[in-house]
């Protein structure tokens, strides 16, 4: 699927698409995007925000990464051992390249989690990889990663892992790599006019699926009418961050489509039973149980939906 291509591993809550992008587009020359803002940075290592990750997920491959319907699949790694609590083996691809035509390595990938998990680096994403105590090579296609102690969201986290060329972010420098970033996906930077757009272009060297469109642009547009606008005027192949009144209203209208994707994210709401008006109810009394207390603090909400009924 060409958005899939695109925005790997978009989970946008909405997303709305042009009506005839999917098929009377498919022979375009450019694939335009408007984000809710501009990327913070492209480095995948200095950030974690929705903006930044949809652009720099298509230069970058990931370790791990999860199909269409959610499950773990290989990407750079392509089997995984675990040979203990806290000790876990990957092979690595050896028929990918970076975009300057080096060969990625696991030395690669050990360098990718060593910068990550530096506590100097000060990476925003290192509360997700901070079970990790070490990572060695053992030959240009094997890694090893060690645990400071068992994890078993280990996996989960890995399809997060973006791989970077030790060999260019050593030589450049964190600044000079933010600024030209270099990975082995399936899109290659090309420029970043700041404020305005990044532009990438199709790596045709890519080792896996090919990009579907030559070009793809991705567009700071903060206002969401605009965004809307620019989708029903086929200015923007796709666009994200939209409510669902402005879903409806881009159905209603013909012009487009709304999409969804599947999210790694649970949004719920919690009930605090310590406080008014849970605390009590309205004759003094007090509105929980003390075992419906305890369900609640422990966030077990679903086991005591029937006690809630009936307040």
Not at 129 to 143: C, E, H, L, N, R
Request: proline share 6%; hydrophobic share 40%.
């Amino acid at each position: 699927m060409a958005v899939n291509s695109l925005v790997r591993g978009a989970a946008a809550l909405v997303i709305l698409i042009a009506a005839s992008t999917m098929a009377a587009r498919a022979a375009q020359d450019r694939f335009v995007v408007d984000l809710a803002s501009e990327p913070s940075t492209l480095d995948p290592h200095t950030q974690w925000n929705p903006d930044s990750y949809f652009v720099y997920r298509n230069i970058f491959d990931n370790l791990l990464t999860r199909d269409d319907k959610g499950a773990i699949v290989p990407e750079i790694a392509t089997a995984w051992r675990q040979v203990s609590d806290t000790t876990l083996e990957f092979d690595i691809r050896t028929d990918v390249s970076f975009h300057d035509g080096s060969k990625l390595t696991a030395e690669d990938v050990v360098f990718s989690i060593k910068r990550i998990i530096d506590p100097k680096f000060g990476s925003p994403q290192l509360s997700q990889f901070s079970k990790i105590a070490d990572a060695t090579g053992d030959g240009p296609s094997k890694v090893v990663i060690q645990l400071k102690s068992p994890y078993s969201a280990i996996l989960a986290q890995l399809v997060k892992l973006s791989i970077v060329p030790k060999h260019v972010v050593e030589k450049e420098g964190n600044d000079k790599f933010n600024l030209n970033p270099i990975g082995s996906g399936p899109y290659k930077f090309i420029s970043w006019d700041r404020g305005v757009a990044v532009t990438l272009a199709r790596n045709d060297a890519y080792w896996g699926r090919k990009g579907p469109f030559p070009q793809a642009v991705f567009r700071a547009v903060p206002n969401a009418a605009t965004r809307l606008a620019d989708v029903q005027a086929s200015a923007a192949d796709l666009a994200r961050a939209m409510n669902s009144d402005q879903g409806k209203q881009l159905d209603d209208s013909g012009r487009g489509k709304r999409l969804y994707a599947l999210t790694e994210r649970s949004a719920y709401l919690r009930i605090n039973p310590n406080r008014p008006p849970f605390a009590t109810s309205r004759f003094g009394r007090p509105c929980l149980t003390r075992s419906t207390k305890r369900a609640l603090q422990r966030g077990s909400w679903v086991a005591s939906i029937n006690r809630l009924t009936r307040w």
